[in-house]
């Protein structure tokens, strides 16, 4: 296995007789690979200003105004919103329950998604129906999902209650609990989100090269020993990937505490309203005040991006430490081939 | 070769596809055109949610108009229909040329008065119920909208569970029993709890809106200051409620949840208080089960939960056409063949003496004749809550401290007000 | 080097043997896994069938049987049809529905599918100025929150006239963050540097090496990506709901209008909620036959 690197324009001028022609190519080529690449993300970043940035610019500015979602625009008022919104406990109750959520469901996903896709990735019978199967909770409408789970999570004749009543514990407050109503909702994510997440580390476990589980084989590792230091480490780009999406995903969750009960404001006393669930009855709900749900708006933005660098760093420090364990195990593959 | 192949699919695939997107554009809103004869040819859209009944309606006033065509839009629930509106009304385009409108919504769009175009007109005079038009006239008197149905409230018993408390249980006695004040009411609830396992009614919840929905300035003075806090007449409704649940009275259930469902069929409650409209769900929720029964009274004298009405709103191209639309639906005519289709209570004086509404009796409830009934105890309302830009939020506040104590059991009865005042603070 | 050194340097006579037994022991990829294996799928499996079993067992009853037994039983009633037959033939626009859904799925995962990987590939694989900075941009864009978004959309929507027309559905979504978040890191380990240098040394053009090594090398991300957009896209409501309403609707927003009424028949609204998730598990089996290995295996070697 030998590539030269040799340049595009040393192969095209011994092709090309003609000293012109080959000097526009060359021009060309030039060109081309300038400008490329800014034209391939161009697609991107045109449609974000289209339809993303406006949103975000009239969102910052509502967010500045006493501004009714009927009425409109109001008078200026600086960072008025943003100091009460700090000030009202629902909002620091919203924040609460979305952290709560976000840590009982999105490590529960992503580490039975990592097992899941590893079992998965094996050479079994019918794969497509096996593994297209973990996704089928996705495809499920959320007013479907909200019958099941209330019938299942109802607190006097839910299907669980009814079942620990059976076996003699008592029945559990899952609408009136707050830690119980977290679990609850954070079932209802992870049945829908794990699926989802198994089929992204399964996708990632597809480019991991075949000759680097065989060589591990011939040395006896066991499947437990392979999954640790081959598929984990490799999986490290992809397991960060999905930090980050699944931190910036479960810190804005809103459809299922929503369909949670009939309600859907997150409980009597909040105890599973998320910080989306507040901004939209801040904006939609009786005070339809849109200049405060703006400025939620923009401090959970700021509070996502924190977390997400924060889950960046620790993510990235955790599974550095294995890095040079695929490494290599890649070298001993080239060696062999040589 | 594969490339080709893969290129020919994939740009076939966006010409249809953009060519299918051309064809599935859907149909315009409000659009006119000249015809052959030279009379200009006019689409009107209605929005409406749940269910109006007017898929009919709206045919025969295409054949009575044959220049007008209408198109409903609907949606689903009145949430829905609620953020669609606001969505529209919020950007400044896109609302039908009339939108139908919940009685909840109107205190927030009041508000707003000059979003909607004035419906008053001589046809209109004196057709509602007052206590309907005045829920959407404002304080100059502009009328917003045009009423469509109403909520009347009675209260609908299970003959069967008074019977084994040995009280009566055909309707006129029970009528009798529960009697038309609230004193004579709980002392008729007392009465069956005393002899009965089974709790009165469902949930405090309902008796509170029955009760608040009396009290004429309950949260809010005329000029919007927010008094409900220091009402003392708030407060005491709020203890009264509470206390009846910790009489054991409530079955301590929230309204619309899996376990007030599933109630239905497990003999949860004996009373409940009943509109119009819940005279379908009890009997979907209650299926196979005997013994529902109506009893024409209401404590207090009479309520209403619920209502629609049609609004114009000036976003749209055809005020004039809309207007005449929205009045011919509205009358009472129109109305009563609303109700036969869609079971839609009217609020039109001259509806309630229509002999297709008072003939009205409904097998399930043990053939009682709930339309005269219902017809009885809309006269029977007599006061127009005022309810100012913040009534509902504050009302949410409020069921929400009820839930807190009674349903969820978080708090106890002093730290949910505690929580409630609180809340209320934080709307200023 | 050979094997028995790997295994940590073990000598003598009893080495080989020992080698021999642990190879015996370890799986070589290409067995077929054993029953444990197969057990913990079969769990999996009945879990996560459970919601449309479940959507499907209540679709084929009728709504008094729900009303008296919330729990299903374990098989179905045989009411399906009817009630799907219903869902067709209510007032809901069924069939233009599913030809919305059909187009808008089709034509955002396609769009979203190619215009991610071009990004991917250009942020991964290609240097140019302002590369990391703009690739954390990208990133910074899913962290807003979009519950208001929805005005200001509406009104730009309304702005271009496209209000109640599915390219107001389509265009929004035509390439996402998570998309070319994804393709950039999944390209960043599956596609070969040498590769890309090997199709330059050809005379490849920019866009013909994007087309004939950065694609086929995407596939298992590539067929991912388009099926969550597809199946996103498929099942999204608000939006639909809010730009096109029940005129133009797209499925879920038309399956939604089952609910309009003040008794909700759950046999009904759930029979719609099946019908609308069958088409997905058709997408399903084409989407899974991508999930392939090593496609770039053999080329680096050539």
């Known amino acids: 296995m030998s590539v030269s690197s040799a340049s595009p324009e040393v192969v095209d001028s011994s092709r090309m007789p003609d000293p012109r022609r080959s000097a526009f190519r060359r021009k060309l080529s030039r060109w081309d690979v300038k400008v490329s690449p800014y034209l391939f993300i161009s ?281 040079k364990a695929p490494a290599r195990a890649v070298r001993v593959v080239e060696g062999r081939t040589r | 070769m594969r490339r080709p192949k893969a290129l020919a699919v994939i740009s076939s695939v966006l010409v249809v596809g953009v060519g299918l997107a051309g064809c599935t554009s859907g149909s315009s809103s409000s659009g006119s055109s000249k015809s052959a004869g030279g009379t200009q040819k006019v689409t009107l859209t209605v929005a409406t949610f749940n269910e109006f009944g007017y898929e009919e309606l709206i045919k025969e006033y295409m054949t009575l108009n044959p220049e007008v ?113 609230w004193d004579s009411y709980f002392a008729a609830a007392r009465q069956f709890q005393a002899k009965s396992k089974v709790p009165w009614t469902e949930s405090s919840g309902a008796i509170y809106q029955a009760m608040i929905n009396q009290v004429k300035n309950a949260y809010e003075k005329d000029d919007g200051t927010v008094i409900a806090t220091d009402n003392p007449e708030v407060k005491a409704i709020y203890d009264t409620v509470l206390k009846a649940s910790d009489d054991g009275l409530t079955a301590r259930l929230a309204q619309w949840s899996d376990d007030w469902t599933s109630s239905f069929q497990k003999d949860g409650f004996a009373t409940m208080v009943c509109p119009g409209w819940m005279l379908g769900v009890i009997e979907g929720n209650a299926a196979k089960v005997a013994g529902w029964d109506v009893a024409d009274t209401f404590p207090g004298g009479g309520g209403n939960w619920g209502g629609s009405f049609l609004t114009v709103p000036t976003q749209g191209a055809h005020p004039d056409q809309a207007k005449k639309l929205a009045d011919w639906l509205t009358a009472p005519e129109q109305q009563i063949k609303a109700f036969k289709a869609k079971g839609t209570f009217p609020s039109q004086q001259a509806a309630l003496t229509s002999p297709d509404l008072l003939g009205v009796t409904k097998p399930f409830f043990n053939d009682a004749p709930t339309g005269q009934i219902l017809a009885n105890r809309a006269k029977a309302v007599t006061v127009a809550p005022f309810k100012g830009p913040k009534y509902f939020a504050i009302n949410d506040a409020m069921q929400q401290a009820l839930s807190r104590v009674d349903v969820d059991k978080t708090d106890d009865a002093a730290s949910s007000w505690a929580k409630f005042v609180t809340a209320v603070k934080a709307l200023g | 080097m050979t094997s028995s050194t790997l295994a940590g340097g073990l000598a003598g006579p009893g080495a080989a043997k020992h080698a021999e037994r642990r190879r015996g022991r370890a799986k070589v990829p290409g067995t077929r896994p054993g029953w444990v294996t197969y057990s913990i799928m079969g769990v999996v499996l009945i879990l996560s069938a459970y919601p449309l079993y479940y959507a499907f067992l209540l679709g084929s009853s009728d709504a008094q049987t729900i009303a008296q037994n919330p729990l299903p039983s374990l098989l179905p009633r045989g009411n399906f049809g009817a009630n799907v037959q219903r869902v067709i033939s209510a007032d809901i ?90 393709m950039t890191q999944y390209l960043e380990s599956a596609l070969p540097f040498e590769l890309i240098e090997a199709a330059r040394v050809d005379g490849c053009s920019m866009i013909r090496t994007f087309w004939h090594v950065a694609l086929p090398a995407a596939r298992p991300a590539a067929a991912m990506l388009g099926l969550f957009t597809f199946i996103g896209s498929w099942t999204a409501f608000f939006w639909p709901f809010i730009v096109l309403g029940s005129s133009n609707p797209t499925l879920p927003v038309a399956v939604q209008l089952l609910q309009a009424s003040y008794f909700k028949d759950y046999s009904l609204i759930l029979a719609g909620v099946t019908v609308s998730a069958l088409p997905l598990i058709v997408v399903f089996f084409f989407a899974g036959r991508q999930l392939v290995a090593g496609v770039m295996a053999g080329a680096v070697k050539g």
């Not at chain 1, 896709?117 to 996704?135: D, Y």
């Not at chain 1, 020993?225 to 490290?236: A, C, D, E, G, N």
């Open chain 3, 93 to 182: 626009r069924f069939w233009r529905a599913l030809a919305n859904s059909a187009v808008i799925a089709v034509l955002t995962s396609l769009s979203v599918v190619f215009f991610s990987t071009l990004a991917g590939y250009s942020f991964s694989k290609l240097r140019f100025r302002g590369r990391g900075p703009l690739l954390v941009f990208v990133i910074a864009t899913m962290a807003v929150p979009t519950q208001l978004s929805i005005v200001p959309l509406f009104i730009v929507m309304s702005k271009l006239g496209w209000t109640g027309r599915v390219e107001a559905v389509i265009v929004p979504a035509m390439v996402t963050a998570f998309g070319v978040f994804w």
């Open chain 2, 69 to 181: 065509t209408v198109q409903q839009k609907k949606a689903a629930t009145s949430n829905e229909a609620r953020d669609n509106l606001n969505t529209r009304l919020a950007a400044g385009s896109g609302l039908s040329d009339i939108e139908a409108i919940e009685v909840d919504w109107l205190p927030e769009l009041l508000q707003f008065p000059d979003k909607f175009v004035d419906l008053k007109s001589d046809s209109v005079k004196d057709r509602w119920l007052p206590w309907k038009a005045a829920q959407a006239t404002t304080a100059d008197g502009k009328l917003i909208g045009y009423g469509t149905d109403i909520g009347p409230e009675a209260i609908c018993y299970r003959a069967d569970l008074f019977k084994a408390a040995g009280l009566p249980s055909d309707r006129a006695a029970v009528a009798a029993l529960i009697g038309s004040t």
């Open chain 1, 43 to 323: 697609p991107f970043f045109v449609l974000f200003f289209v339809a993303g940035l406006f949103p975000l610019v009239y969102t910052f500015w509502v967010s500045l105004h006493d501004w009714n979602l009927i009425g409109g625009q109001g008078d200026f008022v600086g960072t008025k919103n943003y100091t009460y919104v700090l000030q009202q406990p629902l909002f620091w109750k919203g924040l609460r329950n979305t952290f709560s959520i976000f840590l009982l469901s999105g490590v529960t996903q992503t580490l039975a998604a990592l097992v899941l896709a590893a079992v998965l990735n094996q050479n079994i019978r019918a794969k497509s129906f096996w593994r297209m199967g973990v996704l089928l909770p996705y495809v499920v409408a959320p007013v479907a999902v909200g019958v099941i789970f209330n019938k299942m999570f109802a607190d006097k004749s839910g299907l669980i209650n009814t079942l620990i009543d059976k076996v003699g514990l008592g029945p559990v407050g899952w609408h009136a609990d707050v830690l119980s109503s977290h679990i609850a909702i954070a079932t209802m994510v992870n049945f829908r989100w794990t699926g989802y997440v198994t089929l992204i580390f399964l996708a990632a476990m597809q480019a991991i090269p075949r000759e680097i589980y065989e060589a591990a084989v011939v040395d006896g590792a066991s499947r437990l020993r392979q999954f640790v230091s081959i598929t984990v480490p490799m999986l490290r780009p992809t397991i960060i990937f999905v930090v980050i999406t699944a931190t910036i995903g479960g810190l804005q969750i809103f459809d299922e505490p929503r369909v949670f009960d009939q309600a859907g404001q997150g409980g009597a006393d909040r105890q599973w309203m998320t910080v989306t669930m507040y901004i939209y009855e801040l904006g939609w709900g009786s005070q339809k005040s849109f200049g405060r749900a703006a400025a939620v708006s923009w401090i959970l933005f700021l509070v996502i991006i924190a977390v997400g660098i924060i889950n960046f760093l620790i993510t990235r420090r955790i599974s550095s430490g294995s890095a």
